[in-house]
């Protein structure tokens, strides 16, 4: 068994000077924190896996296969693999947990 930290976990993201930092990769599966800042832009692309977001704080809409949704703490979203996605009019810095599976960049198109 293994335990993380959430701050800790920021704290390295914010030490790499990305928005995404994995910290889990396992055969099935690859878990993540993604952060952007209140106006910063969702620059990501459709993935080749399975994806589930878990919205840990800050405030946001999003966007998926032509739906969009408002997001908060505690909100828990799921998209399937190479559907366009993404964050926008990010009002308060978004921190998320994200989960691919299997492994981000592992699947093929």
């Not at 910290?23 to 832009?41: E, H, K």
């Not at 620059?43 to 800050?58: A, C, F, K, M, N």
């Not at 969009?68 to 810095?93: S, Y």
């Amino acid at each position: 068994m293994e335990a993380f930290d959430l701050a800790d976990l920021e704290a390295r993201r914010a030490a790499s000077g990305r928005p995404y930092l994995e910290f889990i990769t396992v055969p099935d599966l690859s878990v993540g924190l993604y952060v952007l800042a209140a106006g910063q832009p969702d620059l990501q692309r459709p993935h080749t896996e399975d994806e589930v977001y878990y919205v840990i704080s800050g405030r946001a809409s999003f966007r998926a296969g032509g739906k969009e949704r408002p997001v908060a703490p505690g909100t828990i979203l799921f998209v399937e693999r190479l559907v366009d996605h993404r964050f926008f009019d990010v009002r308060e810095d978004l921190t998320l947990l994200v989960l691919f599976a299997p492994p981000e960049g592992t699947a093929k198109r």
